[in-house]
Structures are given as C-alpha cells and as structure tokens.
C-alpha cells in the first residue's frame, strides 16, 4: 500500500485537514490536493511542502487532478460550498448534491478503489450520496459524521470537571446535525457513570453548546475548520494503521438505507463493525427522530 490519501476541495476544511496531517504523525506516505481552482491547490500544496523541514513525518505532497485518485487509499470530500450563519446543515442539500456526483463520477472514471471519506455537509445525507453513486461496499464510504461532535462533548464535560478529556468517554450520535443527541447512558469519567458527577440541568446545558458550537463558530469567524481537520486525521490513522479504533462515524444504517453516526470500529477495511450501543427509552425515541430527521432529505 502506498498510504496515498487525495483531498478533494481545497477550501478552509480540506486545507485543515492537510495541515493537520502534516502536523501529526501519521501513516500517510503521499498526499495530492485537488481542486476546481487549480492555483489554489498549487499554492496551498507549495505552502505545505515549506513545512516538511520541522514536521514530524516526511511526506509527498502535490497539487494533482482526478488521474492522481487511481491508486489512493482514501479520498477525502471535502468539497461544496459552505453553511451560511444561521443556515441549517440540511439546507445545503440541494446546493452539494450535484457537486458530489460529479466529484464521484470522475474518480471512478480513473478507477479508484480505496475508501471514501466524506467530510461535506449536509454530512450524512453527503454521506449517503456518495455510497449510492459510487456503488462501493457501504464499509468502504464513511462519513466524519459526529466525530467532531463527540471531542467537543469531550471537551466541554472535562472543562467542567476539570479532568483531561481523553478520560471522558462519551458519544454523540445520529445525524450531524440539529437532531444530533448525546448518549449520557454511555457516557462515563474514566469507568464511573457521568450522573455521579453532574445533574440533569448540567447535561442539558452542556448538550446544547455541543449542539449549537458550529452554529456559534460560523457567526463569529463564517466557517469551522480546524475541529474537523483534526477528527479526519484520526479517522485516516485509524484506517491506514488498521488500528480498529471506536469512533463515532456516519456509518450505513441497513434497515433505514441511509447514513447516520453511531460508533463503529475503523480499521484497513474501512468500518469493521458498527457498535450497538445500550440506550435508554428516551434515547431510542431521539434516535428514531434522527432517522426520520434524515429520512425526510434523503436521496
């Protein structure tokens, strides 16, 4: 294997989300960047390589066209055009839907055979689109789905108890988006349940500022970039190390056909194994919204 990974849309997301790369040690060997502005992705490829004398890790990197895709391991979207304030996630169906044919199309045209790793909102309807042009295994299409969601709640809850977040263990899932829910039934400090620490005012409070941080980020600065970048850098090292890491990923939903996020095990193969999480009878019920949620745009 090559390590290759391709980046598709060279906007504030897939920039990141190179940045990240190049910043992390990672398994990738080679990265091409490839946009519609192909001085853009000239430039930014430029401005990567002037890095590699103080990254931890040595990488290829090039500005590139869809020929480039053939032998890539991943291929991460992270093309279309971005939220608006105070536009929902879902509202940008229609105006990337056809971006992300066209995106498809041409990479299979040059025969692409790796995993797709989707990172356009409206993320899991995106998601599913991608699955259904692309005719590829559905544990071979992923979506970044509620992984950013989940290190915010991570975040929030050790901010408030003072505790590292990487000892927070706690999920976001459904759709990323508004009906996007935390599992609290699952969600523990170290091992110890998170009702022995905070009350039911404290959850839902915090449960909201996840669920609204976007929409926050994008009054203040028009867009979120550097959370995702960095969720796709572990979500490409879970894959190219075949390290079956837990994540929360837009993953497909046989019984719904579409995709949503729920944690799911990554490795070489893409998505292992989806994990079937204990909820409770109020989480069942927001779950099934999220579906339905879905369901109403999907395509």
């Known amino acids: 294997m090559k390590n290759k990974v391709a980046i598709i849309g060279c906007g504030n997301v897939g920039v990141s989300y190179a940045y990240a790369l190049l910043n992390q040690r990672t398994y990738v060997n080679e990265l091409v960047l490839i946009d519609i502005n192909k001085d853009k992705a000239l430039g930014e490829a430029m401005d990567l390589n002037h890095c590699l004398a103080f990254a931890p890790s040595k990488i290829k990197i090039y500005a590139g066209s869809y ?48 995993i797709f790793l989707i990172a356009t909102n409206p993320l899991d309807i995106m998601t599913n689109i991608v699955y259904k042009a692309s005719h590829f295994p559905h544990n071979k299409v992923i979506g ?104 929360t990923v837009s993953c497909y939903n046989k019984e719904n056909d579409l995709y949503i996020s729920s944690p799911a095990i990554l490795n070489r193969d893409g998505i292992r194994e989806i994990i079937d999480l204990k909820l409770n009878v109020e989480e069942k019920m927001k779950f099934l919204n999220s579906i339905e949620t879905l369901k109403k745009y999907n395509v």
Not at 78 to 101: C, D, F, H, W, Y
Not at 150 to 162: D, I, P, T, Y
Not at 197 to 208: A, G, M
Not at 230 to 247: F, Q, R
Request: glycine share 8%.
């Open 67 to 114: 020929e480039d895709t053939h032998d890539a391991d991943i291929i991460c979207i992270a093309a279309g055009v971005n939220q608006l304030p105070g536009e929902s996630r879902l509202e940008l169906l229609n105006r990337n839907k056809t971006i992300m044919e066209d995106i498809v199309n041409k990479v299979i045209s040059n025969g692409f055979n790796g």
């Open 144 to 247: 970044s789905g509620t992984s950013l969601d989940s290190a915010r709640l991570r975040f929030l809850v050790g901010e408030k108890l003072h505790i590292n977040p990487k000892n927070v263990h706690a999920y976001v899932i459904g759709e990323h988006g508004d009906s996007e829910f935390v599992s609290w039934n699952n969600t523990t400090i170290g091992l110890n349940p998170i009702k022995n620490y905070l009350n039911k005012n404290e959850l839902i409070e915090i449960e909201q500022e996840v669920k609204n941080s976007a929409y926050y980020i994008i009054e203040k600065k028009g867009f979120t970039n550097f959370g995702i970048g960095i969720c796709l850098v572990k979500i490409t090292n879970a894959i190219l190390g075949d390290e079956n890491l837990i994540m």
